[in-house]
């Protein structure tokens, strides 16, 4: 029988499976793009002239306590249109990751999910429990980064003044302690002028 990865991993639909390692704590799953065109980012006009080839590596959710690496087989193609500044551009899969990301969707909502939970330095200790590797501060920017997650209220702040010029203008900074320090509200007006 042969094996059909995407009928348990529904976001790799339309990837051909060409390929699967399994090591002591790590499965690589080589797949290969093969839509037969993609679509300009510039112009849109969908192209089928491959230009190119690369290898991309994107981390999947976790399989069993192991870490599970995507090996993708992407390519670069020619834009159609003459007058198009994008000669080449890259094929986009966002049907499970971003443009430039190192990680799935899935693996990003996970992490998102985590940071919100626990913030970013116990965060980053369950993540590595759970076999996904990230730092601290790439969990926080993960938070950060996505408009669709509303920040939560802060659940431990700290106040302090911060200065503008020193001796002369000074505001305030409200630090939010459970998150890091990114998330912060500066007051930009002085608050006081010293002698
Ligand atoms: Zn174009």
Same mark, same amino acid.
């Given at each position: 029988?042969?094996l059909?990865?995407?009928?348990?991993?529904?976001? /790799?639909?339309?990837?051909?499976?060409?390929?699967? #390692?399994?090591? #002591?704590?790590?499965i690589?799953?080589?797949? +290969?793009?093969?839509?037969?065109?993609?679509?300009?980012?510039?112009?849109?006009?969908?192209?089928?002239?491959?230009?190119?080839?690369?290898?991309?590596?994107?981390?999947? =959710?976790?399989?069993?306590?192991?870490?599970?690496?995507?090996?993708?087989?992407t390519?670069?193609?020619?834009?159609?249109?003459?007058?198009? #500044?994008?000669? $080449?551009f890259?094929?986009? =899969?966002?049907?499970?990751?971003?443009?430039?990301?190192?990680?799935?969707?899935?693996?990003?909502?996970?992490?998102?999910?985590?940071?919100?939970?626990?913030?970013?330095?116990a965060?980053?200790?369950?993540?590595a429990?759970?076999r996904i590797?990230?730092?601290?501060?790439?969990?926080? @920017? /993960? $938070?950060?980064?996505?408009? +669709?997650?509303? +920040?939560?209220? %802060?659940r431990?702040i700290?106040?302090?003044?911060?200065?503008?010029? @020193?001796?002369?203008?000074?505001g305030?900074?409200?630090?939010? /302690?459970f /998150?890091?320090?990114?998330?912060?509200?500066?007051?930009?007006?002085?608050?006081?002028?010293? %002698?």
């Amino acid at each position: 029988m042969r094996l059909n990865p995407t009928s348990f991993l529904p976001h /790799l639909k339309g990837l051909r499976f060409d390929q699967i #390692e399994i090591a #002591e704590h790590r499965i690589t799953l080589t797949v +290969t793009a093969v839509r037969a065109t993609a679509a300009c980012p510039l112009c849109q006009q969908r192209s089928k002239t491959v230009h190119s080839s690369y290898t991309r590596t994107v981390a999947d =959710l976790p399989w069993s306590g192991m870490t599970v690496s995507l090996r993708v087989q992407t390519r670069r193609f020619a834009c159609p249109v003459e007058s198009c #500044e994008r000669k $080449i551009f890259c094929e986009r =899969l966002t049907q499970f990751v971003a443009v430039y990301g190192r990680r799935t969707d899935n693996v990003r909502t996970a992490l998102q999910r985590i940071v919100r939970a626990l913030g970013g330095k116990a965060g980053a200790r369950l993540a590595a429990h759970q076999r996904i590797g990230v730092s601290r501060m790439t969990l926080l @920017r /993960l $938070i950060h980064a996505d408009p +669709t997650v509303a +920040t939560p209220p %802060p659940r431990v702040i700290g106040i302090d003044d911060w200065s503008r010029r @020193r001796g002369r203008r000074y505001g305030s900074i409200v630090v939010d /302690l459970f /998150l890091g320090l990114l998330s912060f509200h500066a007051q930009p007006r002085p608050l006081r002028r010293l %002698p």
